[in-house]
């Protein structure tokens, strides 16, 4: 007679029961894993409780409207040494000189990227902008403005209504593509960068008063004299930014 042994077993669960189903959370699915249904639902609008596994690369940009906007800023720039004409092999001997080299620092960084590219759009966009003055006007005056003793010479030299009347036509020969070109134009013609970074409009910060000037009257009269209408506040608008920007136009040049 043989006897049977029962043996008591009791099984145990890795997988937490959640009303009666199975908890799927920590079953990791990946991009490739799925129906194509899935996958096409995961590409337009994805689930925030399955994220897509990005296999460690970081974004280069954002989307916004379901449009991808690359931010340059954002690609990653891998800086090697260039090994053209390098003499010396793989191996290294310990009595080579030591080379001492400063510190890479961000600016070092911005100076090789960024720095000969923002100088040469400047000048593409001063000759692309340069005032085309007409050599028929009799208006003798130098400009622009060195200093602010020029500026001043110039407001009591066309205090004469033959100059004043020069000084428009003058004026209304730079020309330009509408009334903000317009005004831009004519304050590269009056006044250098370094003149502009002592003047306001309203003369804040002690600076020199442009608004009472006789010379930004017979601007804003020339400009409304022909096709191009701007307002009284548009006109103080544009003349605000481009004195805004003259410091920094300044420290463009003087990289040169």
Known sequence: MSLVSAIIKRGISTSNACYGKRNFKKFS???????????QQQSKNPDSEIPIDKRGVRDIGYTMNETFITIPEMIPNIIVPDLTNFKLKPYVSYRAPDVVQSEFIPKDLFNVVYAQKIMDDFKQALELHKPSISTNSNFNYSLPCQNLQD??????YITKKDQYTLF??????????????????FMKTLLTNATGELCSWTGAKNNFKLINLKI??????TINSGNMQVTLKEFEMFIKEWLRHCKQRRMIEDLK
């Open 216 to 221: 930004m009257k017979a601007a804003y009269e």
């Open 151 to 156: 500026l001043e010479n110039l407001e009591k």
């Open 168 to 185: 428009c036509e003058y004026i209304r020969n730079i020309g330009g593509n509408g009334g903000k070109d317009f005004v831009v134009r």
């Open 29 to 39: 699915l990946y991009n490739k894993r799925g129906t194509k249904i899935f996958k």
